[in-house]
């Protein structure tokens, strides 16, 4: 699988965008597809929550601009905000609440079932700071129905916190 979109990379939307369109132009064959998208810190500081999840629209209006339903069949959406992962220079500031991220991830998930009319079913997932107490909160919403993860699983012990913690919210959830 690929993911697009990780905010250490850094691309634009429009180099996303166009690494997309080449892996369907190419007719590449992916068992998974993770596309990321979220905002930096300056557009979250100038905006307000709602605000935010229409930028996420936006965004998703550019990144998935005339890719085709049949090309999503396996694709993971992910809301992660730029600023809100370990690395990012705003350690200082707290990482969204959960009532911020299920409304970005509605709002994209919005937009997907309405360009693709029911036709792909993703899953939708969050990245950013996470422990297993926000794990718990992050994953009550079923708007969310996953997490990517990094340095929350920086030890043995935290991952397998975090991993009971989602087992224990989701159960048998998709």
């Known amino acids: 699988g690929v993911i697009l979109g990780h905010s250490e990379l850094g691309d634009s939307l429009e180099i996303l965008h166009k690494k997309l369109l080449s892996l369907f132009n190419q007719k590449v064959s992916l ?15 100038k905006n307000n929550p709602e605000q935010i999840a229409k930028l996420m629209r936006k965004k998703c209006e550019i990144i998935f601009k005339d890719i085709p339903a049949e090309f999503l069949t396996k694709v993971i959406i992910g809301y992660e905000p730029k600023w809100g992962s370990r690395g990012s220079g705003r350690d200082d500031m707290p990482p969204p609440q959960p009532e911020f991220i299920s409304a970005c991830i509605v709002e994209i998930r919005n937009y997907i079932k309405e360009k693709y009319e029911d036709k792909i079913k993703p899953l939708f997932i969050y990245g950013g700071r996470s422990t297993s107490e926000r794990t718990k909160q992050i994953l009550a919403d079923e708007n969310v129905d996953g997490l990517i993860l990094g340095s929350a699983c920086n030890t043995v012990k935290k991952t397998l916190d975090i991993a009971n913690t989602m087992e224990e919210v989701c159960g048998s959830r998709r």
């Open 31 to 45: 068992n998974k597809l993770v596309i990321l998208v979220g905002e930096n810190w300056n557009e979250f500081e």
